[in-house]
T-cell receptor, first 109, second 113 residues
């Protein structure tokens, strides 16, 4: 069964702190996506990771991909309230995206 | 460049009815995929259309169907609605077939009563 597991499911963190969201996937895919979703809104593309060892950074978010371990991480540096949202990773499985369960991030002062 | 548009944005239907949702992809994109998002099941792939042909289908009953037109616009139809069909239906467009980078529309919120 094709699966994508994210952890943690919920993350409540203080502003200024660092944390990492983990995404394990079951296929041999070399393409991994990260999306952000605000409540009641659609999915916003954050990162597309295309190969083993890929690392991408945008502001306080940095994503990496280890295809050998079938693991992607989304690292949050010095969190701010505006980062509060649900984050999804998605694995490309042949010709569809398989989404993880999502990590609901809440950043408080 | 305009993004992916979906209509309607909100819809309330009664059990047993049918519904049609519409998606217009980004100009030049030929692939349209549909996803269902519910609190219980998360985001699940429904189907993908490319060049007016269904290329891939998720694990949904035959009540869920779709089509794509020559201008790449796509519609999905759900017949004999059930309460469990209440969900956010998201359409995503891509330049190429097979889950190239996908750009999502705002979604259609369907409520079945």
């Amino acid at each position: 069964e094709l699966k994508v597991e994210q952890n943690p499911l919920f993350l409540s963190m203080q502003e200024g702190k660092n944390y990492t969201i983990y995404c394990n996937y079951s296929t041999t895919s070399d393409r991994l996506y990260w999306y952000r979703q605000d409540p009641g809104k659609s999915l916003e593309s954050l990162f597309v990771l295309l190969s083993n060892g890929a690392v991408k950074q945008e502001g306080r978010l940095m994503a990496s991909l280890d295809t050998k371990a079938r693991l992607s991480t989304l690292h949050i540096t010095a969190a701010v309230h505006d980062l509060s949202a649900t984050y999804f990773c998605a694995d490309r499985a042949i010709d569809k995206l398989i989404f993880g369960t999502g990590t609901r991030l809440q950043v408080f002062p | 460049k305009a993004g992916v548009t979906q209509t309607p944005r909100y819809l309330i239907k009664t059990r047993g009815q049918q519904v049609t949702l519409s998606c217009s992809p980004i100009s030049g994109h030929r692939s349209v995929s549909w996803y269902q998002q519910t609190p219980g099941q998360g985001l699940q792939f429904l189907f993908e259309y490319f060049s007016e042909t269904q290329r891939n289908k998720g694990n949904f009953p035959g009540r869920f169907s779709g089509r794509q037109f020559s201008n790449s616009r796509s519609e999905m139809n759900v017949s004999t609605l059930e309460l469990g069909d209440s969900a956010l239906y998201l359409c995503a467009s891509s330049l190429i077939q097979g889950a190239g980078e996908q750009y999502f529309g705002p979604g259609t919120r369907l409520t079945v009563t």
